[in-house]
Each structure stands twice: as structure tokens, then as C-alpha cells.
């Protein structure tokens, strides 16, 4: 069996044994797109709509390596802002012997000392995140472990604002012309494809977010009773609006595939007029040197037991999110991985998504 036609299997199966009820998968290299496929209707419903290749989905955490630490990418550029630099320099209320150490490495390897989620409900606006998030307990001796954090995510988010001066989609969309306007056009099999990038955003248009598929909130979730579409699944994200360092973003295949293309080029050094560099990306897809940590700068790394399975090189990193969405890029075998679903809409458990990431990713290291 050909390799996309073996994942195509893994898709198929997961939907009928309800994992998710819509996927989209694109798979490229760095001259472009080798395929894509839609799975799949956007809910269990046998009525509901069939998924397209232009369906939305919300990216949940992906919004952590495509939104934020992309932006932190170029603030670093820029001089904007330092690795090293003590989180106690951003923000007042972030003191104390136990946290004065914690650098803006350390909330994007997420080893802060910041546990995942805040204990209680969430608050409402930045102010009053931001001063739960610097006055709570640490929950670890900072770099001596490493805990995914949306916690530390979320400060960065605020960070980038205020060292960028501007919103932190304002300050996305800036890269996201850039990545529009570099060599926009991409090659599938002879086929001329023209991704758009304008459904890669925090805030979609009403037609747009009619056409997402949909997610549903968790029981701890004020909005539990209704189908989100084209709102975000997240509630802390909710109650900033939507536009938040951790999660937030929507995207459909084509628009993460042209993102996760400018990084798999920075990657292997094609050194082309893009937002990445490849000494930037090199530097944030660096393994930390914290002790058992996986983490790189925001992106994570290859690992035998990921959920990018067991046959990607030790050179590949990626991410994934809550609702059922991942992006690998392995620079060493020259490909990208993108695998969009809606498990978060009554779909299976945390661990039925992963085996299922794990399988694709096997299945498709031939391609």
C-alpha cells in the first residue's frame, strides 16, 4: 500500500471509530505540496456537512509555535527582545527569591516553575490573568524540570504586545503577509496551488466561521450547551477575546502547510527572503538542556514515544493541539506533516488522538 494511502486508511478508521468526525492531512516538501486529502463530515451527525480541503479548524495549541513564538522569533531579530532577559523586567508583579531567576527561555521551553492551568476559574481581561499568573505559587524549582505551561505561554503573549506595541494578531498578520508574499504560488503533482492565508487568523469573517468545523466546550466550560464554531474551544482564550499566546489561531490545511513550508525551508538552510532565518529556527528548534525535557524554544522534539511516531529523524519537531491538530517538520527527510481534526467535538480521548497522530506519522515517513 502507497504511503498516502495508508494514512488515508489510519483517517478513515479513526473516524468510524469516532476519534473525530473531520480531518483534513497535507503533507509537502520544501518545492511544495505531495498531497492533501478531506475526510470525513464536520460532525457525527450523518446530515452534517462534508469536510473540504478549505475547512477551518481551530489550531488550539499550534497557536503557541505558529502565533507566538514566531512573533517572539522576530522581536529576538529585531533586538526587541532577549532569551535571557528576566521575566521580572516585564512585569511588576512577577517577584520573589523563588522566581526572580525565570528568563523568557524558560516560558518557551516551559520550564518556568509555572504548573499548566490556573487552580480556579478563569478571569476575565489581561489584567487580571496576568496578575494570576505572577503571583500564584511556582509549582517546580525553575529548570529543574519541564511542565507545559499554557500559564507561560499566555505572559508571553503579553509580552510580544508590549515589546511589539501592537496586538499579538495585529503583530501576526504582519508575518503572515510576508509568508503570502514570498513565492506564494506551490506545486502539487503539476497541479498550481494558491493557499490562502487570510483564514489563517484569531478573528475569522461570519462566512468563514460558518464553514469551521465545529468543536463542543468541556463540562468546565461556562459555555457547555453549544457547539462552538468558529469561536475557540479554549476558554481561558475565550475570556481574552480569543486572541491569546497559547491558543486562539484558525487555520485551514493549506494556510498551516504554507506556514509549516517557510519553516521546513529555514530548516535546512534554504536561506530565502521569508520571516525565518535559518539561524533563528535553528536556535528555537534547539533542544532544551533541561533534564528529561523534550521542549525546544516553544516547538517541541522528536521523541520514539511522541505523537509523531517512531520513524521521523532525530532533527524533526513539531506540536500539537488539544482539539485534534498537529504539525511536524522533519528538515532531515525534507517533508512537513500537517493533520487537522475536531476531536474535541464529542470525539475520542487524549490518548485515542494520539495513537492515531503516532500511526499517520508511520505511515507516511516512505512518502
Known sequence: MMPFDAAARVIEEAIGARVFPAAVAEVGASRGVLWRDAFGRLTFDAESAPTTIDTPFDLASLTKVMATTSVV?????????RLGEPVSAAFREWRGPDRESV??????????GLPARLVDAPPTGRREFEHEICVMPLEYEPRSRSIYSDLGFILLGFLAEDRGGASLATQFDVLKVRLATDDPDVHSRGVRLQPDLADLAFDLGPDVRRSCAPTLPLDD????????RGEVHDNYAA????????????????????????????ARG?????????SLVATMTTKSAVLGSSRALGWDTMLPTSSC????????????????TSLWIDPVRDRYYVLLANRACGGGSVDAMRDLRRAFHD???DA
Do not use: I, K, N, W
Open 270 to 278: 534554504q536561506d530565502e527572503p521569508t520571516p525565518f532565518s535559518p
Open 221 to 228: 466550560d461556562s459555555r457547555r450547551g453549544r457547539v462552538l
Open 363 to 365: 505511515a507516511l515517513v
Open 103 to 112: 528568563t523568557v527561555r524558560d516560558l518557551l521551553e516551559h520550564a518556568s
Open 239 to 266: 475570556a481574552l477575546a480569543g486572541v491569546a499566546g497559547h491558543a486562539g489561531l484558525f487555520g485551514s490545511a493549506a494556510a498551516v502547510g504554507r506556514f509549516g513550508l517557510a519553516v521546513l525551508r529555514a
Open 73 to 81: 522569533m522576530q522581536l529576538m531579530s529585531s533586538g526587541t527582545l
Open 309 to 324: 511516531g517512531t520513524r521521523m529523524s532525530p532533527a524533526a519537531f513539531g506540536h500539537v493541539g488539544f482539539t485534534g
